[in-house]
């Protein structure tokens, strides 16, 4: 995976967690596991607002960036 500046990126998985997404996949209909729910591929700006959605709906106070998680 490619990131900011063109550097590459790994993200590493648990054997739990591929096991998970290979189960998810096979019952899945489209190619990518995180898509809209027409199968299309996810922009930011859509995740970034539901984050923000999910995060006022709990509660939460901060400024809904996806690097506040970490």
Same mark, same amino acid.
């Given at each position: 995976m490619r @990131?900011?500046?063109?550097k590459?990126?790994i993200?590493?998985?648990?054997?739990? &967690?591929? !096991?998970m997404? #290979?189960?998810? @996949?096979?019952?899945?209909?489209?190619?990518l596991?995180?898509?809209?729910?027409? &199968?299309? !591929?996810?922009? #930011?700006?859509?995740?970034?607002?539901?984050?923000?959605?999910?995060?006022?709906?709990?509660g939460?106070e901060?400024?809904?960036?996806?690097?506040?998680?970490?």
């Amino acid at each position: 995976m490619r @990131g900011k500046g063109n550097k590459e990126r790994i993200v590493p998985i648990s054997i739990e &967690g591929r !096991k998970m997404l #290979y189960k998810f @996949g096979a019952r899945h209909q489209f190619d990518l596991i995180f898509s809209t729910a027409h &199968g299309g !591929k996810l922009s #930011y700006n859509n995740m970034r607002r539901d984050l923000n959605g999910l995060m006022k709906k709990l509660g939460i106070e901060l400024d809904g960036s996806f690097h506040c998680l970490s």
